[in-house]
């Protein structure tokens, strides 16, 4: 494996016209969306895109993820010692640091699944974000060029992730609480006559935890990507060999998101949604 | 004084230049701000897992959600950045 891996790549160093043949390196193509197939309902477009792609693989990659690690039988003692502790893992995870971090122990049955569904169906979509795909779209002498790409970089995605949280948040609030306990919550304990000051900021602040939590997970996708293809691609930008070592930070970078990044945001995403959801249920005062 | 005169004998896209340098100093700021933020985090994670090295577990947890919601500071600084660099 090991040796197929460097042979391949002495193969791509030792032919960089290959490499040069684009021409102009522009990282911002990566971001564009072209209609694959393209359906339109009404004045509603459901065209299938790259992100929309991206998107399929990642849930049909979550379903057998959860297949293969949580409901498929145990067989062999040596299945035991690895699949099933990174399953419990990763159950544990979702159960100890982010349900019960900020769920009431009474709604925990009910939004666990939500929120363990959210970390590991962004972690899915992080990571594979970061394995190249022949799904660029662009065709190299009738080849498909490999590149990365991850949904999670379109804000549509995220938006439409934090918008289910959103929902679901003033959903639970209402109903556990009823419409006049739930948005009497909002106003906090404060003197009278600074309240009119105080209660658009709360309504303010409920909008901008849907900004944040959508910002926060597209920006450090597309930041990711944009820096490790501008550092990439300096070679092809500047047309030099001589900047080959800038590989090096890429590569640096490159690892740091893999292993820090995809998972941290996924963590977060789903924390931050149970804390929502939380405290939405069972407000302060 | 020299930096004025240059800027005066400036003939190029004027625009463009200016929209680089807040592009530049956007995320410039946001990620000076981030980084003495993160810094605190990690220094205080340390210094509370050698006080009580049997919390590090719990600690953790709340390392990591102090970390992102400080990092994502510098991507709200990106974005706005991005915003004017793109709109203006």
């Known amino acids: 494996m090991k040796r197929w891996l460097l042979i391949a790549t002495t193969a791509a160093l030792a032919f960089p016209t290959a490499a040069f043949a684009r021409g102009k390196f522009d990282p911002t193509t990566e971001f564009e969306q072209h209609e694959w197939i393209s359906i339109h309902i009404g ?23 959860g297949l293969g690690l949580m409901r498929w039988k145990v067989t062999s003692d040596k299945d035991v010692g690895r699949r099933q502790s990174f399953g419990e893992q990763i159950y544990e995870i979702a159960q100890v640091q982010v349900a019960e971090q900020g ?90 006559a600074l309240l009119f000051l105080i209660v658009p900021l709360e309504i303010l602040g409920q909008f901008m935890r849907l900004i944040s939590l959508s910002v926060r997970l597209f920006a450090n996708m597309l930041a990711g990507h944009i820096l490790i293809l501008t550092f990439i691609g300096l070679m092809f930008i500047l047309e030099s060999l001589a900047l080959i070592p800038v590989v090096v930070f890429a590569s640096a970078f490159y690892i740091f998101e893999v292993a820090i990044v995809v998972g941290i945001q996924a963590f977060i995403f789903a924390a931050l949604s149970a804390i929502y959801i939380g405290s939405a249920i069972e407000p302060e005062h | 004084m020299a930096v004025i005169q240059l800027l005066a004998a400036t003939t190029g896209d004027v625009t463009k230049a200016g929209k680089a340098i807040g592009l530049a100093l956007g995320v410039g700021l946001g990620a000076l701000g981030a980084g003495v933020g993160i810094g605190n985090i990690f220094g205080s994670m340390i210094q ?14 709340i390392q990591w959600l102090g970390f992102a919601l400080t990092e994502a500071v510098v991507f709200y600084g990106l974005l706005g950045s991005i915003l004017a660099f793109v709109l203006v």
């Not at chain 1, 498909?144 to 003033?170: C, D, E, M, N, R």
Request: net charge positive.
């Open chain 1, 43 to 65: 004045g509603l477009n459901l065209s299938i895109t790259k992100a929309v792609v991206y998107l399929m693989i990642g849930t049909v990659l979550t379903i057998l993820m």
């Open chain 1, 103 to 192: 769920l009431p122990t009474k709604a925990i049955g009910r939004w666990f699944p939500y929120v363990a569904t959210l970390m590991l169906f962004i972690f899915v979509v992080n990571l594979i974000g970061f394995i190249p795909l022949p799904l660029t779209g662009e065709k190299w002498h009738g080849v498909p060029t490999w590149g990365i790409y991850a949904a999670t970089s379109s804000l549509s995605v995220t938006l439409a992730l934090a918008l289910l949280t959103f929902v679901f948040t003033h959903f639970e609030g209402i109903r556990w609480n009823g419409p006049r306990r739930y948005f009497k919550s909002w106003i906090p304990e404060a003197p009278r």
């Open chain 2, 48 to 61: 509370s897992v050698a006080r009580q090295p049997e919390l590090r577990g719990e600690l953790q947890g």
